[in-house]
């Protein structure tokens, strides 16, 4: 086009990030500076755009549901009759002292042809038990919330690494230019806060974008959808206007960028300036919930007491994923049952049962589920041992999470704890292996997806990981 | 406060019933209730003090009058009705006065051989210290607490054995005394014991020692060994070594010692430093760095024309004198205390003085406080000596570090709330000051760390030694209130904020409103007893703080209060094993963490031992606290620390890039008098300090990551610079410092919105003076990262996303600086050409290129700023159409901040604010 313009392209001499890219992330932005309307073309090549996985892929797109906190296993998914057997026993030799079992307060029963046992705790989701593949080998390094949130995000507690869906936006770009695609709803500001969804040392723009409050699925109060992203709108300018103004302010930026010869955090923020205009002119109208159906806000608990919270973000999650987000997210928090917990299990199963099953039923009436994994889960689970009298006490041994959808069989069981569901002694699936097997039903072999960082190629599941292929559909 | 009453009436009437063995079982459990509600203090007695709010015949349960009612006490407590306890209460037989048998080496043997292992076998899982679930209240790991016994009375009589209650039981002649109760003893057993009392129980005193000193260690299942030499010899624990910088090839490069040493690593790698950043981009890093604000366009003009070879430290002292140093600095240290002005966690109840302690802090900063002595007055203060009562104040006010941290106010449990209210301070201490995470043995021995969980619970005696009040009333949300600490009436402190004249009329509104629904109902009803005494919380809230403030919502001196902590009843913290109350074990005496020994601090004597503590922090004996502290320098210097996980120099942190240097900043540091000025002073006038930051020259392929420094890190501004910056572009920022906080003047929990409105609303104060609600940042200080203040921050997060984008494109502040900095850049002299110039040198602190200046010439002559965006795309909900969190929510009474704007100046505000956005505002390279 511009002759002028040329020069401006990204320079050979880049840091090897952008080499693996198909495209430097200035493109994007000089390309919008070329157009007369900044909507006019998509953008050819850049760094969120779809990518060819490794094989062809079980599932497009991730839903993960994260229960911050660990719920209880025995409780719910991880069915024990000899734990109500041995209610009393005490464990106390081989793990802590005055370790006394304590069976689960609440009665199991087989659903779906699968037979799959769920406690009476789900009575909505155990209605979509044979599209539930439950992992119930589930173990982690450390029975602490703040590592095993990390742990279970990023792969690793001890060092800033990628977010798992990060990872996935690298590995597989996104299909919707104008969204982020990577969205987290409301997640935790503690445990590890923002590493959760940071793309550490991957480039800034497969970071996730945070909607909600940020505190952690904290059940009092939820975000409006006007509230759930700041500043989504101008007050001011219209938007040729502000387009304009946004070129100024990029032409700023290459200036800039030129100048410092090529920096990576300028480039960033040629991209974030790029990716908020795109996402002022959709995303208020995917999180805005006004048009649905009465029956589907129904179905989902929305306006129904507990559930309304995470009944939106639920649907919030069908719209982002319908939309073309790749990696969405969302935190339910609260299952840290120490105490309490005939008390507060139930309500928290209350808030999540009617919201999941009806994402699970609506997205397989779109079509979606099949391509579309979710994927539900605690950081760690609980002890079937007492604690506090009503209470379960932390357990990285031996706890349960189950996918959905997106290539898994369903109505099915993998893996198992011994007889008190203490610990995990078939189909142990430690992290490692759950991403890896996440990252396979994508399509990306968690071998091969690596990034080259000071010297070193990283990848998601550092040295182990193995897909657990027995539970591919 | 009726409530407790009637509870602690039915605990008391339970204490009074006939004791019996059945009746055992209610009596613990009542004993349990009655620490719940009244041991504050959590050391498993309940003290005078503690009875402040109990019914006053309690107080007959501490029969020895030692001022502690003890479990032995309680358990033993004379019935009301019925026999009184058999043979005598404990307490009337003290163990000492039962005279010690003789011990020969056979009765040694015979104790060794039979019983102990008797005693082992069949009684300790009830009866010893170590049980899960002490039974009667007897203990028999000891013939002093076999003589004492427990709720049934002594347990044996020496020489008596038919009138010794452990031989009744195990004969298991009574119906309701048979032990053990599972299986009874064999006839041989049986013998040995009746031989055992008839001897007059003799217990070897090194076997009876021996049982004490084992219990801190064996209480806890799964301790591990620790091997102490090789614990020491871990980098962080020795000692910093004050050497100088290995040779260089390079002779001439570096300006001091600290070149030296980065580029001693530089060779090593095959590194080599890049030029010199230009003077301009300097002088901006420096007084960004120095002051958390942008150079004027004077002062890069006077840098400009002084090119002596003291102009860069001439700078730098400046900069250091200036009062900007504290408020950029203090905010640093601000974010490692934690700092905020409520208690988040559940009930987020407000804390109104908190703010002394953020001006504190800034004092101290520009005061050059020496870095030991400000450790000190925070962790103890008021115990330091002082001269006058201004003195007194401020050591008083420097300890509310101890007492601002997040807290759940609403816990039930008294001894619950106290540990973890110790927990909170340990961990804030420990991550804060030592750069340990010790908090992770608070419920078993650190994974990582040499930090057994028994130094836990030494360091958590201390803290649970102290009183900490943090303040706040009893309330909604709120059962563990605590007064403040009055400041000495002749200090010259503030009284406080000013009252805002609509919070004032809203909180009298409200007291009406109770007073009103209090009147309402029937007398005597139940529901109405609860209504009254909410309302009765409710208004004790309100009559509170509008005492505290005049008409015109002036503070008054009863305002003069701070947070604080004070001594409180000295004693050693009892061991919880995986952190649960019902767990409770042997006291661990106070003391500090063994791996890195006791220095040269004073041991700890009567007092809490917080003293002493603070002397072993601030030791220049101790390894860990220059170091962590040069570290922290670093990092707010070059962006990274050199140990990069500032907050964890322990096993499972990053090891330093260049511990030599860490080390000769640490000796430094201590060295120039814990001077901070100091050591930044040296820092900023080196030569690695003045590189430039562009990726080019060998270093790239030798050292990629920089971490050899060289070249200086680009970096992005902390949320507060990139605030105050726009405001200071715009020439809106009041450099003056506000007095005290909004906060200040708000009491209970954070839940009117109505009354957080005009709290929150954004002043054009510099952002360390913005209000910190826990879970409620201001808006523009949370987007960019603003350290999260329930947790110790040494270095933040540097995200670069795109709801910063939306921030600075649409946000009502930005959008409002922008106007004032339009309309200052067009008052100024010149044509649109020197408008244009003079935006860009206060906004970047450099003249635009000509690339530039045509681009926003252009713009400027294009610019229409059309129809607004409509919000017609989103449809807000109407149940939530106030925002809470929204955008509004910090404007929500500012004027519409376009409406009477001109075309032109809406022009200029469009291009100035872009100079807001690049990427060049953000970051100082």
Redesign the interface.
């Known amino acids: 086009m511009n002759d002028a313009h040329e020069q401006d392209l990204p320079s050979p001499r880049r840091r090897d990030a952008l080499k693996l890219l198909s495209c430097g992330f200035g493109y994007l932005a000089l390309r919008s500076l070329l157009a007369q309307s900044a909507m006019a073309q998509q953008p050819e090549a850049g760094p969120l755009d779809p990518k060819q996985p490794h094989f062809p892929p079980r599932a497009k797109r991730v839903i993960y549901l994260s229960m911050a906190g660990a719920p209880s296993h025995v409780d719910t998914f991880d069915y024990k009759p000899e734990l109500a057997a041995h209610d009393g026993q005490s464990v106390a030799g081989k793990y802590r002292a005055g370790a006394v079992l304590m069976a689960s307060p609440w009665k199991f029963a087989q659903h779906g042809k699968g037979g799959l046992w769920i406690s009476e705790l789900f009575p909505e989701l155990a209605k979509q038990a044979d599209r539930l593949c439950l992992l119930r080998g589930m173990q982690t390094d450390v029975p602490a919330h703040p590592q095993a949130v990390l742990m279970q995000h990023t792969g690793s507690f001890q060092f800033v690494r990628p977010s798992l869906g990060a990872w996935t936006l690298y590995g597989l770009g996104t299909v919707n230019q104008n969204l982020p695609g990577f969205v987290t709803i409301d997640p935790p500001s503690g445990t590890g806060g923002a590493q959760n969804y940071g793309s550490a040392f991957l480039p800034a723009t497969f970071q996730g974008l945070r909607i909600g409050s940020g505190r952690g699925g904290g059940r009092a109060r939820r975000d409006t959808e006007e509230e759930a992203v700041a500043n989504i709108h101008n007050e001011r300018l219209s938007t040729d206007a502000q387009r304009k103004q946004l070129d100024l302010l990029q032409s700023l930026n290459r200036e800039h960028a030129r100048r410092e010869h090529d920096s990576d955090e300028v480039e960033g923020v040629i991209q974030s300036y790029e990716l908020a205009f795109r996402m002022q002119a959709e995303l208020p109208q995917l999180l805005d919930l006004s048009k649905e159906k009465p029956a589907t806000l129904e179905a989902y608990g929305i306006g129904g007491e507990g559930t309304d919270k995470f009944g939106r973000q639920c649907l919030m999650a069908r719209h982002l994923a319908e939309a073309g987000v790749r990696f969405i997210e969302v935190t339910h928090g609260g299952w840290d049952q120490h105490r309490n917990l005939r008390e507060d299990l139930p309500r928290q199963c209350k808030e999540i049962d009617k919201p999941i099953a009806a994402l699970l039923a609506d997205l397989d009436q779109r079509g979606m589920l099949k391509d579309t994994l979710v994927v539900w889960g605690g950081e760690f689970g609980r002890t079937p041992y007492a604690q506090n009298g009503d209470g379960r006490d932390h357990n990285n041994k031996g706890f349960t999470t189950w996918m959905a959808g997106g290539g898994v069989k369903g109505g099915f069981s993998y893996g198992a704890t011994d007889e008190n569901g203490i610990e995990a002694i078939e189909g142990k699936m430690k992290i490692p292996d759950w991403h890896a097997t996440i990252l396979y039903l994508l399509g990306l072999d968690h071998e091969r997806l690596t990034f080259n960082y000071a010297g070193r190629d990283f990848r998601l599941t550092n040295v182990s990981g193995e897909v657990a292929k027995e539970i591919l559909a | 406060m009726k409530r407790i009453t009637l509870s602690l009436s039915v605990l008391f009437a339970l204490a009074l019933a006939p004791t019996a063995l059945s009746q055992e079982r209610d009596r613990a459990e009542a004993w349990k209730k009655l620490l719940e509600r009244l041991d504050k203090d959590a050391d498993g007695k309940i003290s005078t003090a503690e009875l402040q709010d109990a019914p006053k015949f309690l107080a007959r349960l501490d029969r020895n009058g030692d001022g502690l009612i003890e479990e032995s006490e309680f358990m033993s407590a004379p019935g009301r009705r019925g026999k009184p306890a058999p043979k005598k209460p404990a307490s009337a037989a003290p163990p000492a006065m039962s005279a010690p048998v003789e011990l020969t080496p056979e009765t040694s043997a015979f104790f060794e051989s039979k019983i102990r292992p008797l005693l082992d076998r069949s009684c300790y899982q009830c009866h010893s210290e170590h049980s899960?679930k002490l039974k009667g209240g007897l203990r028999l790991d000891s013939r002093e607490s076999v003589l004492a016994g427990g709720a049934s009375g002594p347990a044996a009589a020496p020489g008596d054995v038919e009138g010794s209650l452990l031989v009744r039981a195990v004969r298991y002649t009574d119906d309701d005394l048979q032990m053990p109760p599972k299986k009874q003893l064999s006839p041989d057993e049986l013998h040995d014991l009746e031989h055992w009392v008839e001897l007059g129980l003799p217990w070897p005193a090194s076997a009876a020692s021996s049982a004490e000193t084992t219990a801190s260690t064996s209480a806890l299942?799964?301790q591990r060994e620790i091997d102490w030499d090789k614990a020491r010899a871990f980098w962080a624990f020795r000692p910093p070594q004050h050497a100088s910088a290995p040779a260089t090839k390079d002779k001439t490069w570096a300006f001091g010692e600290i070149d030296r040493f980065l580029l001693a690593g530089m060779e090593q790698l095959g590194a080599k430093p890049v030029g010199d950043a230009d003077r301009a981009a300097w002088l901006r890093r420096v007084t960004l760095d120095l002051t958390g604000l942008p150079p004027t366009p004077e002062e890069l003009a006077g840098f400009d024309k002084d090119r002596s070879e003291g102009s860069y430290a001439a700078v730098v002292d400046r900069l250091l004198a200036s009062p900007a140093f504290g408020e950029r600095w203090g905010r640093h240290w601000l974010d490692v205390a934690r700092y905020a002005e409520s208690s988040g966690k559940d009930s987020n109840i407000v804390y109104p003085q908190a703010w002394r302690y953020r001006d504190w802090v800034i004092a101290a900063f520009n005061d050059d406080m020496p870095y030991d002595r400000f450790l000190k007055e925070q962790l103890a203060g008021d115990l330091l000596p002082s001269s006058s009562e201004d003195e007194r104040a401020q050591h008083t006010i420097a300890t509310g570090y101890l007492a601002l941290g997040a807290k759940s106010h609403n816990t039930r449990d008294k001894r619950q709330f106290a540990y973890d209210l110790a927990d909170e301070q340990i961990d804030a201490v420990s991550q804060g000051m030592l750069g340990l995470t010790v908090s992770?043995a608070r419920c078993h021995d650190h994974?990582f760390d040499p930090i057994p969980t028994t130094d836990y619970y030494a360091l958590a005696g201390i803290f649970l030694s102290t009183d900490t009040r943090y303040g706040t009333l009893r309330g909604p949300g709120n059962t563990n209130p605590s007064s403040l600490i009055g400041l000495p009436a002749a200090a010259h402190v503030p009284d406080g904020p000013q009252m805002d004249s609509a919070t004032r009329a809203l909180l009298e509104r409200a007291r009406e409103v109770i007073e009103r629904q209090a009147e309402s109902g029937k007398k005597g009803d139940p529901q109405t007893k609860l209504k009254e005494r909410l309302a009765e919380e409710q208004r004790g809230i309100l009559d509170d703080l509008l005492a505290r403030f005049d008409e015109s919502g002036h503070a008054l001196p009863a305002n003069r209060q701070a947070m604080g902590a004070l001594e409180g009843r000295a004693h050693d913290a009892l061991v919880l094993?995986?952190g649960?109350l019902?767990?409770a074990r042997a006291a661990v005496p106070r003391g500090f963490l063994t791996v890195i020994g006791d220095l040269e601090a004073p041991p700890i004597g009567k007092e809490s031992g917080r003293l002493e503590l603070a002397d072993w922090i601030a030791s220049p004996q101790n390894p860990l606290t220059a170091r962590v502290w040069a570290n922290r320098i670093w990092l707010h210097l070059f962006g990274k620390g050199l140990v990069r996980t500032t907050d964890n120099f322990g096993a499972?942190g990053a090891l330093p890039s260049n511990q030599a240097l860490l080390d000769w900043l640490a000796t430094e540091l201590v060295g120039q008098g814990w001077s901070t000025k100091q050591l930044v002073r040296e820092i900023v006038l080196s030569h690695a300090y003045r590189l430039a930051?562009?990726?080019?020259s060998a270093g790239r392929t030798a050292d990629?990551?920089n971490l050899t420094l060289w070249r200086m890190p680009?970096r992005?501004l902390e949320a507060e610079a990139i605030r105050d910056a726009m405001l200071a572009a715009a020439g809106t920022l009041e450099r003056t410092p506000p007095v005290g906080s909004p906060v200040g003047t708000l009491e209970g929990a954070t839940r009117r919105e109505e009354l957080l409105a005009p709290i929150l609303k954004d002043r054009p104060v510099r952002s360390v003076y913005l209000p910190i609600l826990r879970?409620r940042l201001p808006?523009a200080l949370e987007?960019f990262?603003a350290a999260?203040p329930?947790?110790v921050t040494g270095d933040r997060?540097e995200?670069?996303?795109?709801?910063?984008?939306?921030?600075l494109?649409?946000?009502?502040d930005v959008?409002r600086a922008s106007d004032a900095f339009a309309a200052r850049v067009l008052a100024s002299p010149g044509d649109e050409d020197a408008h244009i110039e003079q935006a860009f040198l206060l906004a970047l602190g450099r003249k635009p290129?000509g690339?530039?200046l045509a681009?926003?010439r252009r713009?400027l002559h294009?610019?229409?700023?059309?129809?607004?965006?409509g919000?017609a795309?989103?449809?807000?909900?109407p149940r939530?159409?106030r925002?809470?969190?929204?955008?509004r929510r910090d404007t929500a009474e500012a004027e519409p901040?376009?409406a009477a704007v001109d075309p032109k100046t809406?022009a200029w505000s469009?291009?100035v604010?872009?100079?807001f956005?690049?990427?060049?505002f953000?970051?100082q390279?």
Do not use: I
Not at chain 2, 883 to 887: E, L, S
């Open positions: 899960e299942p799964g992770c994974k094993e995986r649960e019902d767990k499972s930051a562009h990726d080019e990629p990551e680009e992005r879970d808006g987007v990262d999260e329930s947790f997060d995200t670069n996303v795109a709801t910063q984008a939306l921030y494109m649409n946000d009502e959008l290129d690339t530039e681009a926003v713009f294009e610019f229409k700023p059309g129809a607004p965006q919000k795309d989103a449809k807000p909900d939530n159409d925002g809470r969190r929204g955008r901040s376009s809406q469009a291009f604010q872009t100079l956005g690049c990427a060049e953000r970051y390279s």
